[in-house]
């Protein structure tokens, strides 16, 4: 059967929350073999999270916006610990999932349309520079999220620098330029059971060329926690 054009990763996190499916999201790449993502992963607990992640929930404070908050991982906990949460996802299906999930502050909606509130800390984790497609698609997301920031707020956010992927044995990079676009630029599909997604643009930035777009929107980056994959999170600031 032809798969159907729809939103994959929103109807595993539906089957999963509602059905018990645990049935694996395919992610397709041009630049990489098919990946895997268990819809289980997607609703794990702190004590589940990765040392990056836990680093993020320790920094957080005042009132949030998680960006993208798909199962809701990040929102729960954050809640459960008392903050005042948005949980800000595109999906309508998970948006579903999180009210279920006794979310308080449930938005669907894009996030360059979010523009009524401010926050003190905005969040965007697993690869949240991803949002932005492109490099210059990171000036511009930047830009708007600065705009949703109280005095003193910050954004949370992690990457990772794909260097690793065009390293030789003595540690220099081999990297084809002619290709015309940044190295960190990729094309994804995800696809789950019967349903594609459409192919959609996807950013992993080193911290350079992330420092160079925080500098352009006047705003200040620190690196809070580096881990042992090229993957970093790191917190901007006016």
């Given at each position: 059967?032809?798969?159907?054009?729809?939103?994959p990763?929103?109807?595993?996190?539906?089957?999963?929350?509602?059905?018990?499916?645990?049935?694996?999201i395919?992610?397709?790449?041009?630049?990489?073999d098919?990946?895997?993502?268990?819809?289980?992963?997607?609703?794990?607990?702190?004590?589940?999270?990765?040392?990056?992640?836990?680093?993020?929930?320790?920094?957080?404070?005042?009132?949030?916006?998680?960006?993208?908050?798909?199962?809701?991982?990040h929102?729960?906990?954050?809640?459960?610990?008392?903050?005042?949460?948005?949980?800000?996802?595109t999906?309508?299906?998970?948006?579903?999932?999180l009210?279920?999930?006794?979310?308080?502050?449930?938005?669907?909606?894009d996030?360059?349309?979010?523009?009524?509130?401010?926050?003190?800390?905005i969040?965007?984790?697993?690869?949240?520079?991803?949002?932005?497609?492109?490099?210059?698609?990171?000036?511009?997301?930047?830009?708007?999220?600065?705009?949703?920031?109280?005095?003193?707020?910050?954004?949370?956010?992690?990457?990772?620098?794909?260097?690793?992927?065009?390293?030789?044995e003595?540690?220099?990079?081999?990297i084809?330029?002619?290709?015309?676009?940044?190295y960190?630029?990729?094309?994804?599909?995800t696809?789950?059971?019967?349903?594609k997604?459409e192919?959609?643009?996807?950013?992993?930035?080193?911290?350079?060329?992330?420092?160079n777009?925080?500098?352009?929107?006047?705003?200040?980056?620190?690196?809070?926690?580096k881990?042992?994959?090229?993957?970093?999170?790191?917190?901007?600031?006016?």
């Amino acid at each position: 059967m032809t798969p159907q054009f729809d939103d994959p990763i929103g109807r595993a996190v539906y089957d999963y929350h509602f059905h018990a499916i645990n049935q694996p999201i395919l992610v397709h790449s041009d630049d990489f073999d098919d990946d895997t993502i268990e819809p289980n992963y997607l609703f794990r607990a702190y004590r589940q999270m990765p040392p990056l992640e836990k680093k993020a929930m320790s920094l957080c404070s005042g009132t949030i916006l998680d960006v993208g908050a798909c199962a809701g991982a990040h929102s729960v906990y954050l809640q459960d610990k008392g903050f005042d949460v948005t949980s800000l996802e595109t999906s309508a299906l998970c948006c579903e999932v999180l009210r279920n999930r006794n979310l308080q502050k449930v938005i669907q909606q894009d996030i360059f349309r979010c523009g009524n509130q401010k926050f003190d800390t905005i969040l965007l984790l697993m690869n949240g520079t991803g949002i932005a497609g492109t490099l210059s698609g990171l000036e511009v997301l930047l830009h708007h999220l600065k705009s949703l920031l109280n005095p003193g707020g910050q954004i949370l956010v992690d990457s990772s620098d794909l260097i690793f992927l065009f390293e030789e044995e003595d540690g220099s990079a081999l990297i084809d330029i002619s290709a015309g676009k940044y190295y960190g630029e990729l094309i994804f599909q995800t696809e789950y059971r019967n349903w594609k997604s459409e192919p959609f643009s996807w950013l992993y930035v080193d911290l350079n060329n992330l420092e160079n777009a925080v500098e352009k929107n006047q705003l200040k980056l620190d690196k809070v926690f580096k881990g042992k994959h090229y993957d970093y999170l790191a917190r901007i600031t006016f």
